[in-house]
């Protein structure tokens, strides 16, 4: 068994064919299929189900693939331990981060990335918070960036920045002369959410007793799209605090806090236990105090520097 045969069954579950696979390995489809075929002796088991098109994982072989997955993670890791330090600012790096902080944070790390570590090739994904963590632990992405506490004890995570929440109100609507909303007082009133589609929030989605929070509010990162249908069919919608800076004036205007008590939440930087590169990650925090406001910033990342 060898690690190169291991990368070649990672790649035809990412492809669905042998020919891309292969492709994108830098060899030959016969060559590839033969490796595979060895493997597959050699452990006794039939990884893929060749009959369908694209080829498609046997039970079996997903718990091979996702263990392939493991191992080549950490020869990556024993590689890196060697680098040098200007190398160690080089290379992939995959982050996937929850679709509401998507909008404020993407563009400004691509800039920061592009600016200050051109030789990082940064690649950014927006997920599902389930999805995050089940790619971390698979050694698929990287880092995650998304709601803290993620209550993973194969995870690390670092607290980034706290923010508030803020009610939009339709500009036609009567609560546009109130100076705030109360946090108890918001079902009172028709809120729009962005949750397995946009909506308007059921109070069935609650559980006996239980108060709002954000992740029952609000799951995407569309704040333009709630905003406009907030705009023609009046109500509230919730807005975050790190999106106020991407409205216009005029919308603005239309904010009102929620007060007591004020919804929070802290957005937070996971990675798995083993992760090794203590100055990519603190490449990827420093990025991030570029986009948000110092005083949204947690205590931990006002350090100089981090470490593992």
């Not at 993670?73 to 330090?85: D, G, I, M, N, P």
Request: glycine share 4%; aromatic share 8%.
């Amino acid at each position: 068994m060898t690690l190169q045969q291991l990368e070649y069954i990672i790649a035809i579950e990412n492809y669905g064919y042998f020919v891309e696979a292969a492709e994108a390995c830098g060899v030959t489809q016969s060559t590839m299929s033969l490796m595979v075929k060895k493997l597959e002796e050699e452990l006794d088991v039939r990884i893929f189900n060749r009959d369908t098109h694209p080829v498609s994982v046997t039970q079996i072989g997903r718990k091979v693939i996702d263990e392939a997955k493991l191992v080549v993670f950490h020869a990556k890791q024993l590689t890196e331990l060697t680098r040098s330090e200007k190398e160690l600012c080089s290379g992939d790096l995959n982050v996937a981060m929850i679709t509401s902080v998507a909008p404020v944070l993407m563009a400004g790390m691509f800039k920061f990335m592009k600016l200050h570590y051109p030789d990082l090739r940064l690649q950014m994904e927006e997920m599902m918070t389930s999805t995050i963590l089940a790619k971390l632990k698979k050694a698929e992405v990287d880092m995650g960036i998304l709601t803290s506490p993620i209550n993973d004890p194969d995870l690390l995570e670092i607290p980034l920045y706290h923010e508030r929440f803020f009610a939009y109100v339709s500009p036609e609507d009567a609560m546009m002369q109130q100076d705030s909303i109360e946090r108890d007082h918001v079902l009172d009133h028709p809120v729009w959410i962005m949750r397995d589609g946009v909506r308007l929030f059921d109070r069935s989605m609650l559980e006996p007793g239980e108060a709002f929070t954000y992740e029952k509010m609000y799951e995407g990162g569309r704040v333009g799209i709630l905003i406009q249908i907030t705009n023609e069919n009046g109500g509230i919608t919730i807005i975050p605090e790190t999106h106020i800076n991407l409205l216009t004036e005029p919308m603005r205007a239309c904010l009102k806090p929620i007060v007591n008590p004020e919804p929070k939440r802290t957005i937070c930087l996971a990675f798995r236990k083993d992760y090794i590169h203590e100055q990519i990650m603190n490449i990827v925090v420093k990025s991030i105090k570029t986009i948000i406001p110092y005083e949204l910033w947690d205590d931990m990342i006002r350090a100089e520097h981090l470490r593992l």
